[in-house]
């Protein structure tokens, strides 16, 4: 049985948004031979398993929903693994800009 991630984790998800046959003829012949897919991460919504359908939060606030491919996935361009101590900063800067001023 595949281990439970936690609400909460950092996670990436992974899901085909259009087939081949689905994408627009004026794609490039190449382009159009492969699916269109979608990689995102966020913060897990209910606990999941790799593997399973799971559904994230954006840092933007957005829910998404996808195959759970990777847990707490590191960043390919060398800035290292995330820091968990800076993954929630902009969420609570945006609260604290709310309390400041409601309207936003």
């Excluded at 996670?11 to 948004?17: Q, T």
């Excluded at 290292?80 to 993954?87: A, F, I, K, R």
């Amino acid at each position: 049985m595949a281990e439970l991630i936690e609400q909460g984790a950092w996670v990436e998800i992974h899901r085909v948004v259009l087939q081949p046959a689905e994408r627009a003829p004026q794609v490039p012949e190449d382009t159009r031979q492969v699916p269109l897919e979608m990689r995102v991460r966020g913060f897990l919504a209910r606990p999941a398993s790799q593997g399973d359908e799971a559904e994230i939060i954006t840092a933007a606030g957005r829910r998404l929903r996808g195959i759970l491919s990777e847990v707490n996935p590191a960043y390919s361009h060398s800035f290292g693994s995330p820091l968990s101590e800076l993954l929630n900063i902009g969420g609570e800067v945006r609260a604290l800009l709310r309390k400041q001023d409601p309207d936003r």
